[in-house]
């Protein structure tokens, strides 16, 4: 198993500049430095595919990796780093680099010179200074091959020393490559044309146990494409945010080297802004904007985090993806389909965006623009090909929602109020979770002191907590729900008066009686019916009421207040009923 070792020799300079700012990583050194190691050494070791968006620090975590791999000099495992610059070269100028910086790279952990990696020699400077044979051969051919020039013969040349030496030399070599999507895009033949499946050559190296690759890329999908295209060579890993401690710890090393003063509640609140991103959390604490120096007042952080939203770094690099598509796309529709995606939050199919933004597009139509969105790493697929999602990234959204949102919506978004929102909401989401924790712990038995700070050492045992329960059994009839009342008053009626017309005992009540008796397929008759029913019922109360209020007479059938009430509730009974049910026949 790897050992870390006592010191770090920082033999290639960090892009991070100060190595104390270089934080956590813990998940991926655990893996590239424990099982894919161990494979490593075992001649299994299968390359690897690093993803994420720009500035998510896959730089600054694969240079680490090479320093900490070549600061262990008894392993035998050599590292080499190379990066493919978004130049425009021909084939044989990215030859010749590639090979002299596999040498250096590879002299410097020979001769435990860091020099060799930090000032790195020219393809020409290394003429009479290479003694391995076989480096000096591939070094020949690679001359004249570009004397005749046979660019092709140069990079297979280049491009195969690593494996080669690794084998010959019975060590292994790891070989890192970031930003490997511009492989396709900037080197270019003779003829002066692209060559766009020069990745192509890693069909077989990629697979050599000897000499395998770790490759990243910040744009996703082209590096997904490439990785794609060379089947099953590479195994995916993508690199997210920083975890809650790690991300705290960033803060704190970053406060400091500023030199802004924080608190543990600023902590929380920039890590519910940022949540754990590389760049969000350097661009905060970094800021030209930061002009207070002073992060424990919650309006200096919203006021900072403002200005780099709508004009900062994060702006910047956002800026840099949005505007690249929509210069290519250039159409309304796909900024509203990145606000639809950013509001409902959630996967959406084509068939709901057509419908619900009323599209006037066919289904391939939408398919090929949202492919352009896809390919500019601003939305993604969802859990299958005809479903799409975007980032859950309030940072990205509010960027995207000030260019845009007016433009589409007429709305121009609060900034300083959704930011002060979200640096709160997760405080509040962790609390009732935490709260929960609580409930479900003292449920069974638990001690005082492991749940308060000062609790004393006592054990509580909690009974069991019953719900209040009636003779049968079932809870009380108080205590149920009014329609949960209603309807067993309903089922218990119609049991009753089944039973009773089954079993021809017993007897129905007066209601039961009613309705068998005045049952009428005429639904008027019914209607008309039921009405004097009811009125019939009501004239006890209604004579008491009379009665109380001086009046005189009975309130009876015959009653005079009976028929003008009866006969003008009928004909108004009537027209509702005709307007219901139309012509029907009384």
Known sequence: MFTMPEKIIYALPEQIGNTELFVGRKMEFDYYLGDWYYYLINNMAQSQAIVARRKKGKTAFLQRLFNILWSCPDTGVIPFYFSVREVKTTLAEFSKSFFATFVNHYFAY??????????????????GKIEDKHLKETYEVIEESERINNWGQ???AASRAPFGIAVVQNVK??????????????????????IDSLSG???DLAEKREAPLIISGSEVHGL???????????????LGNLPEEEAKEAIRRYAKASRTKINEQAEEKIWNLTQG???????????????????????????TYTREITQGEIYGTWAEYIVKVFLEVNERNAKRIMLYLFQTGEERTRAQMIKDLNLDMTDLELQMKLLQLIKADLISFGSTAFRYVIAQDKTYELVFRRLFQDEIDHFIPDIRKELRQEMGRTSYEKGKFREYLVRERIKKPFNLKDLAENGIDLT?????????????????????????????VVDRRERHEREVRETRCGSLDRDQKYDQRNKSKNPIRNVLT???????????????????????????????????????????????????LGNAEL
Do not use: C
């Open 110 to 127: 020979r001769k435990r010179n860091p020099e060799w990696a930090a000032f790195p020699k020219a393809f020409a400077a290394l003429r």
């Open 154 to 156: 140069m990079w297979e």
């Open 173 to 194: 070599i790891v070989q890192i490559f970031d930003e490997f999507q511009n492989i396709n895009e900037y080197v270019y033949n003779y003829r002066g044309e692209k």
């Open 201 to 203: 050559t890693y069909l």
């Open 224 to 238: 997904l494409e490439i990785v794609r295209r060379l089947t099953a060579r590479f195994k995916e890993r993508t």
């Open 277 to 303: 991103d590389p760049l969000y959390i350097r661009a905060l604490m970094q800021s030209e904007h930061n002009d207070t120096k002073d992060y424990t007042n919650e309006d200096n952080i919203i006021a």
């Open 460 to 488: 509580i045992k909690p009974k069991t907590i019953l719900e209040r329960y009636g003779q049968s059994g079932t809870t009380r009839s108080r205590d149920r729900p009014d329609r949960e009342r209603q309807r067993r």
């Open 530 to 580: 039921k009405r004097v029913h009811d009125f019939r019922k009501r004239a006890p109360r209604l004579e008491r009421d009379l009665r109380a209020k001086g009046g005189r007479g009975v309130v009876g059938a015959h009653s005079k207040k009976f028929r003008t009430e009866y006969t003008e509730s009928t004909e108004r009974t009537q027209r509702n009923a005709l307007e219901t």
